[in-house]
């Protein structure tokens, strides 16, 4: 079972940054691909930014692209999701979620494409 624990959320105003991580145990951590989902309030979970088993192939929602940025350390079996010029629109808790039934240069944007799911971390944009 993999094991998945984001960190780095908190209160930043509109235009600052936050880099948010995952740490993930219990499996190999190359065979992952890896995303990042965020639920507002009132609102359904969307899918933010994904990463292939390779590293070399990232996706993200029009809403962050050229803003949020995701990375992965193999070494560290962390993954972790850059974000700048946040926006109050941003508020929301962000998930991590990982998979290994997917090739290695796939990278699910749905949230039917991931079989494990952290605990979330909260993100809160004032304005």
């Known amino acids: 079972q993999v094991h998945l624990v984001e960190s780095g959320g908190g209160l930043v105003q509109a235009g600052g940054s936050l880099r948010l991580s995952c740490a993930a145990s219990g499996r190999t951590f190359t065979n992952f691909a890896l995303g990042w989902f965020r639920q507002a309030p009132g609102k359904s979970r969307e899918f933010v930014a994904t990463?292939?088993?390779?590293?070399?192939?990232?996706a993200a929602a029009p809403s962050v692209k050229g803003r949020f940025t995701i990375s992965r350390d193999n070494a560290k079996n962390t993954v972790y999701l850059q974000m700048n010029s946040l926006k109050p629109e941003d508020t929301a808790v962000y998930y991590c979620a990982s998979t290994t039934a997917v090739g290695y240069y796939s990278s699910p944007t749905t949230e039917r494409g991931y079989t494990d799911w952290g605990q979330g971390t909260q993100v809160t944009v004032s304005s």
């Open positions: 990463i292939s088993r390779s590293g070399t192939v990232t």
